[in-house]
């Protein structure tokens, strides 16, 4: 049996430049951090012809053209697994749906699992180049790229993206500020769960058909992003609060599904209770909230009489890999 992990995420800056529709024109950059919440693939072979599948539903096929889930079929079908007789199975900490990445996670994680079953060495650029190729590419999913990166690095990571393709490099943050911020950006779940398909579809059709409105909403974003990076490289925790605030506040203009008015109600009451600036997590309407809190126990407090579940984290520097094989 093989066991694999890969990290979930949260995006600490410059998200949504991460698409071709913008990135091939103007170049992107986020900075993005691996969190210790995971989505798990097993996999066995079972000497029985077939293949069975478990994820929120089980599935059999006889072979892999015949599998319905999208992922399975085209991460098995690019690695080229000799026969079907497998058992796979995923299971994850935090549901889909929730803006962490979890489609990208689940991705690099089977892909994982599957080269580890063949023998083969893949290094997490390759590992994330795959996951991309199958997401984007084959099923054209109008995504970005950072959920696959980040998935397979770890860290926290900054990001550059171009037509020739994607640089990857580590935030250079010191060890007591890493600490700081760790204790100080806390997630709370919306109780929304939600597909990012749509958003994202309307700001690849606006970027694509160059809307002026969403490309300079987008440049000032990768602006933003650069300034968090050299906020948090700095040490300056409360800039990079209130840079998130003012990412909040310009990420809403992209849709009117981004935020609701229960969401926009949350978030004024934690900025009234101890929040420097927050936002929403992943392409909006729903999943995490999270903040970078000047006071958090005073801010959990807030968020907690309003029933807003906390979901507490450190981050994750090791990024997919196999936990266990026998």
């Known amino acids: 049996m093989i066991l694999t992990r890969s990290p979930l995420r949260i995006t600490l800056g410059g998200g949504g430049t991460d698409l071709a529709s913008y990135y091939e024109k ?3 950059f986020l900075i993005a951090a691996a969190i210790d919440k995971y989505v798990y693939i097993t996999l066995h072979q079972t000497f029985r012809p077939g293949y069975i599948l478990k994820y929120s539903q089980m599935e059999k096929a006889a072979d892999v053209n015949k599998i319905k889930h999208p992922l399975f079929r085209e991460c098995i079908k690019l690695v080229g697994i000799p026969g079907n007789s497998l058992e796979i199975t995923s299971m994850a900490d935090i549901p889909a749906g929730t803006g962490l990445g979890s489609s990208g996670s689940f ?3 089977l892909l994982k699992a599957l080269h580890s079953y063949k023998r083969n060495l893949i290094h997490p650029k390759e590992l994330a180049q795959q996951a991309c190729d199958i997401e ?7 995504i970005g790229k950072q959920d696959q990166y980040i998935a397979a ?3 926290i990571t900054c990001f550059e993206f ?5 640089k990857a490099y580590p935030l250079r943050i010191q060890k007591d500020i890493l600490y700081d911020l760790e204790d100080n950006l806390l997630l709370f779940f919306t109780g929304f769960t939600r597909s990012a398909s749509n958003i994202l579809k309307d700001q ?3 970027s694509k058909a160059n809307n002026r409105a969403m490309i300079e909403n987008l440049h000032f974003i990768k602006e933003l992003g650069m300034q968090s990076k050299k906020a948090l490289e700095c040490g300056d925790l409360s800039q990079f609060g209130r840079l998130m605030h003012t990412h909040w506040e310009h990420k809403k203009k992209r849709s009117s599904s981004i935020s609701n008015p229960q969401i926009n109600q949350w978030y004024e009451l934690a900025l009234k209770n101890g929040a420097l600036g927050g936002k929403l997590i992943g392409a909006g309407g729903g999943g995490f909230l999270m903040f970078y809190a000047q006071d958090a ?6 968020m907690s009489t309003v029933g807003l579940e906390e979901i507490r984290f450190r981050f994750d520097f090791e990024g997919t890999k196999v936990i266990g094989h026998s």
Do not use: C, D, Y
């Open 297 to 302: 126990v005073k801010l959990r407090s807030a």
């Open 26 to 28: 103007h170049g992107g």
């Open 204 to 206: 690849h059709k606006k």
């Open 162 to 166: 171009n037509k020739k393709g994607v």
């Open 153 to 155: 690095f770890g860290g």
């Open 136 to 142: 984007i590419n084959k099923l054209k999913e109008p």
């Open 107 to 109: 991705t690099t994680a």
